[in-house]
């Protein structure tokens, strides 16, 4: 099953979110067991607003590996908009990089890997060798890193995230 954006006027188990009055209304299906809600969390924003439209276990302690590679992307991100780095720019593996645990792309300390063949690992492979070469790229080391996301995290509101 293949969901979309005007999906996205749709809640778990059936309920209809607050609309706009010049949309009509319809209702999407969400199968049962698609998602557990007693473990699952869930946020829907209005995206011209950021007003919540609908939020599930918002506050849960979670440890997911994703939410650090989607955050060091956007650090990436940011550094290539800031003009820090460029696409091409060469990014080295260090030895504490290489001996990351997989997932990862098999690096070998003294090679280089460019910003978009990093970008692409993240999102593809979400490879963990290469997310230590952005932090330390970006960073220095990788604790100094941890410490910038978790001020950028602060900055965008994320008040309970490390």
Known sequence: MVFGPADAATRHRHHLLPLKKDHAARVVRVPVGATDPDKDAALILDGATGRVLY?????????????????????????????????????PVSEHAAEQKPTKLFLRPGQTITVDNAIRAIVIRSANDVAVVIAEALGGTELNFAQMMTAK??????????
Do not use: D, I, W
Request: positive net charge; hydrophobic residues 40%; charged residues 25%.
């Open 153 to 162: 995290a602060k900055q965008l509101g994320m008040r309970e995230t490390y």
């Open 55 to 91: 939020a599930r276990n918002e506050t849960a302690e979670r440890h997911p590996a994703s939410l650090t590679k989607m955050m060091t992307l956007y650090m990436l991100f940011e550094a290539l908009k800031a003009g820090k780095v460029t696409m091409e720019t060469p990014m």
